[in-house]
């Protein structure tokens, strides 16, 4: 089955504890990007990868990392997490971007106390 | 911010009605998709649009982006509660940046 496989699926973790949120896809698709859902915000775009070795910022990047060795695997780093970054994250992959649309993964709710 | 804004914002409805949410900008975008969400999952792709003025069909829903490549309509015709859910429309801009609306949640009450 095409899918996007985020994990966890559930966090919780304290202030500045380091933590890696993983995202695969089984597509072969060239371009990913991560998102953070909140109310009344809305979906924001974090960073994003059109390549192997090739990130980009998105709109809210400060205090993320990420990193793409392989084409399948786009993990989302926090080298210091803030209650700030309490949120949704999605990961979301796709043929070409802008043309073909995404396919999503089921998110990761991480809350930072 | 919002680059793209959606009207309404909320939505019940009986079913069997129609049904009309807008995602309007002033910017030009690449493309426009629409996505539903159910709560605690991911969006899922409804429809790409690439051309200005062009028209899809999906079952009851219809959609289409305007002349100008700067906004889109998502027609729902006999609304279902099935079709319960939060609608996000999202532009792509060159340099591949998506933007999503903030979202129409839509209620179909049988």
Redesign the interface.
Known sequence: EAQ?TQNPRYLITVTGKKLTVTCSQNMNHE?M?W?RQDP??????IY?S?NVEVT?K??VPEGYKVSRKEKRNFPLILESPSPNQTSLY?C?SSFS???????????TRLTVV | TQLLEQSPQFLSIQEGENLTVYCNSSSVFSSLQWYRQEPGEGPVLLVTVVTGGEVKKLKRLTFQFGDARKDSSLHITAAQPGDTGLYLCAGAQPGNQFYFGTGTSLTVIP
């Open positions: 996007v371009y990007s998102y009344g915000l809305g979906l924001r775009q994003y059109m980009d998105g709109d999605f979301a971007g802008w043309a073909h649309g995404y396919t999503f993964g089921s998110g």
